[in-house]
Each structure stands twice: as structure tokens, then as C-alpha cells.
């Protein structure tokens, strides 16, 4: 069964730009580690500071070794340096889901 995680981020409504340019680095980096992008969000009308990632990834043991190629992984390190670096980011935390209905209802059977 496939899960889905959200990443829900606090951002510094000054440096959205730089938020902007993180999220497009990820484009490369998180589908070459293992997990399937849909994308990230970022604020356009009401909250300026909440931004969102969202990826598809088969299980909890497939995201713990996503996450350890992705730490190892020349882009995603540079990118992790980049959000420290900026310090961009206020506050993120992950959930994980798992789809009960929708468009790919069909393949929850």
C-alpha cells in the first residue's frame, strides 16, 4: 500500500524566494532517491509563511531508506545545507496518509 506524506512548512514570508528555488532542487533529487513527487506549494493568496511538499512512497521501511539516500545524495545534502544556511524554514513537520478515496479509487482494491 502506497503512503502519501505532506510536509506542512513555516516560512519566512520574506524569503519565499528561497523557499522556491529549495523546492525546485527536489525535483531531481527525491524521485533519484525513491519516492514519487507530486510537488510543493507555496504561499500565493492568504498565509504568506505555509508552504507544502507532497510525495508518494510505498511504506514506512521504504521512507526510512528514502531518507537515508537522500542524506546522502550530493544534491539533496547541498540542498539541506542551503535551507540551514538561509534558515528559510521556521518549522516543518511531516504527516502520512494513506488514500481511502478518489481518482485512483480503483487501485485501492
Not at 533519484?32 to 521501511?61: M, Q
Request: aromatic share 14%.
Amino acid at each position: 500500500m502506497t503512503i502519501t506524506c505532506f510536509i506542512k512548512y513555516e516560512i519566512d514570508p520574506y524569503q519565499n524566494d528561497a523557499f522556491e528555488e529549495y523546492a525546485r532542487n527536489w525535483n531531481e533529487a527525491i524521485p533519484r532517491c525513491g519516492a514519487d513527487l507530486i510537488g510543493y506549494y507555496a504561499p500565493h493568496e492568504g498565509s504568506a509563511t505555509l508552504a507544502y511538499g507532497v510525495y508518494n512512497i510505498e511504506n514506512l521501511a521504504a521512507y526510512e531508506a528514502y531518507r537515508a539516500r537522500l542524506m546522502a545524495d550530493p544534491l539533496g545534502r547541498a540542498n539541506y545545507e542551503f535551507s540551514r544556511e538561509k534558515r528559510f524554514i521556521r518549522r516543518e513537520d511531516r504527516t502520512f496518509l494513506r488514500l481511502v478515496t478518489g481518482t485512483n479509487e480503483g487501485l485501492l482494491k
